[in-house]
């Protein structure tokens, strides 16, 4: 029998091609979706899973997860510099780095933090050394820069239209090992030279009616995360910076305002006690993970939405494609209506008929179980090269319920054909 639904095939080989192309591109549209989402939400939670704690000036928890550990380019309210002397000093807390962003070089954001948080996301460097000056930078492992290269930053990013700053251009004297998180993709420099370069020497303050931070110069515009001015089209050079200048990562009562601080707490019970804490009418403290299983909740019901598009165009797919099997099968009437006629059992040629679609059916599963994974590769492999976060794509246990529905499904509606076939009595097929 196989060897006859075999030779059929090749008979009508352009129409059993067709067949599988299109069951293909259904199930394919269907596994891309179910692979991207689940590739999606698990990247990004290992991504988040090395940021415990993210404390910042109050306003948007998922803006300021985004920002802070996606590095996302936005906007960020600063909050005062206090804080972060006190969760230094904290004995809760076994790291605490702030983060400043807003310029960028080669298309690379830049970064101001400490050596402490570097170790913590690579605990050893890749190529050279940590940087020790404040005109020194360590780039991540996905940075196409080499160590001794000097980076001149660029305030905002060229699509914005940044100028070059022309106060400092930093050296790079070291790269870390992947981490798998969106800074891969970084240059990290000196926070104090973040601030320094932007004018920011002091304690910030805010205003009467809770605005966000402002340097020293009140006659200045709003200031955001970076320093920038809003009012201001271009950047102007705020102060000079001592690229000679020993590091130093001691932080008191003055230090200027931040629009965030990464915090590693000592113990959970110390994390979620912290995170309470700076919960107030100024600060914002959040645990990433946290908003990431809010984020994944809207993700769900995208995917969801996805995934009913793709069975509806599945339905639509198979439809047609019993329609022109029966058609199909209409047209060799006179040969089965022969094979009734020759004696051979109503089950064989159900068999027949049933075995020669669900071949199709099958063929045209897998194939698009290839297509739909190569497809999800495809996709995450772009959007780690822009975001370097790791997207793991891969099946697990319960992804065989979904080939195991395919298979069910293509079972079933094999049948009618198959039935079909056997309408009419074999003189009437012969007569055909």
């Known amino acids: 029998?196989?060897?006859?639904?075999?030779?059929?095939?090749?008979?009508?080989?352009?129409?059993?091609?067709?067949?599988?192309?299109?069951?293909?591109?259904?199930?394919?549209?269907?596994?891309?979706?179910?692979?991207?989402?689940?590739?999606?939400?698990?990247?990004?939670?290992?991504?988040?899973?090395?940021?415990?704690?993210?404390?910042?000036?109050?306003?948007?928890?998922?803006?300021?997860?985004?920002?802070?550990?996606?590095?996302?380019?936005?906007?960020?309210?600063?909050?005062?510099?206090?804080?972060?002397?006190?969760?230094?000093?904290?004995?809760?807390?076994?790291?605490?780095?702030?983060?400043?962003?807003?310029?960028?070089?080669?298309?690379?954001?830049?970064?101001?933090?400490?050596?402490?948080?570097?170790?913590?996301?690579?605990?050893?460097?890749?190529?050279?050394?940590?940087?020790?000056?404040?005109?020194?930078?360590?780039?991540?492992?996905?940075?196409a820069l080499s160590t001794g290269v000097e980076v001149k930053p660029m305030h905002g990013t060229a699509e914005t239209g940044g100028e070059t700053h022309t106060a400092i251009a930093y050296k790079v004297t070291g790269r870390m090992a992947p981490t798998g998180t969106a800074w891969d993709r970084a240059i990290l420099v000196p926070i104090r030279a973040v601030w320094q370069l932007h004018g920011m020497h002091g304690a910030d303050h805010h205003d009467d009616d809770g605005d966000e931070a402002s340097v020293h110069d009140a006659a200045e515009p709003h200031q955001h995360s970076d320093g920038r001015e809003e009012g201001h089209e271009h950047e102007h050079e705020h102060g000079h910076v001592d690229a000679d200048a020993p590091l130093d990562e001691q932080f008191d009562a003055q230090t200027p305002g931040i629009p965030a601080v990464l915090v590693k707490p000592k113990t959970i019970a110390d994390a979620h006690r912290l995170r309470q804490e700076y919960r107030t009418g100024t600060t914002l403290g959040i645990f990433p993970a946290e908003v990431l299983t809010r984020l994944y909740a809207t993700l769900g019901d995208a995917r969801s939405l996805l995934l009913a598009i793709a069975l509806g165009t599945q339905a639509i797919v198979i439809a047609a494609i019993v329609l022109v099997t029966i058609m199909h099968v209409g047209s060799r009437r006179r040969q089965i209506g022969a094979l009734r006629a020759l004696g051979t059992p109503v089950r064989s040629i159900v068999a027949l008929v049933w075995g020669e679609l669900f071949i199709l059916f099958a063929a045209g599963i897998l194939l698009g179980i290839v297509l739909g994974y190569l497809a999800a590769l495809t996709i995450s492999a772009r959007l780690a090269a822009s975001t370097a976060v790791r997207l793991p794509v891969g099946f697990i246990f319960d992804d065989l319920w979904l080939v195991g529905g395919f298979a069910a499904v293509a079972s079933v509606i094999a049948i009618v054909p198959a039935l079909s076939a056997l309408r009419s009595s074999p003189a009437a097929a012969l007569r055909a």
Not at 40 to 61: H, I, N, Q, T, Y
Not at 131 to 143: C, I, K, M, N, Y
Request: net charge negative.
């Open 1 to 143: 029998m196989i060897t006859f639904i075999l030779a059929d095939l090749r008979r009508f080989w352009s129409g059993a091609l067709a067949v599988v192309v299109l069951i293909a591109l259904s199930v394919a549209l269907s596994v891309t979706v179910t692979l991207q989402e689940r590739a999606v939400r698990l990247g990004s939670a290992r991504a988040a899973e090395k940021f415990d704690l993210l404390v910042g000036a109050a306003g948007s928890e998922t803006q300021l997860a985004l920002s802070a550990v996606f590095l996302q380019p936005a906007p960020l309210p600063l909050m005062e510099g206090a804080v972060l002397s006190r969760l230094a000093s904290d004995p809760r807390v076994e790291l605490a780095a702030p983060v400043g962003f807003g310029d960028s070089a080669y298309g690379y954001p830049i970064v101001g933090t400490t050596t402490g948080l570097i170790s913590s996301l690579s605990p050893s460097l890749s190529q050279g050394a940590m940087f020790a000056r404040l005109g020194e930078a360590v780039v991540g492992s996905d940075v």
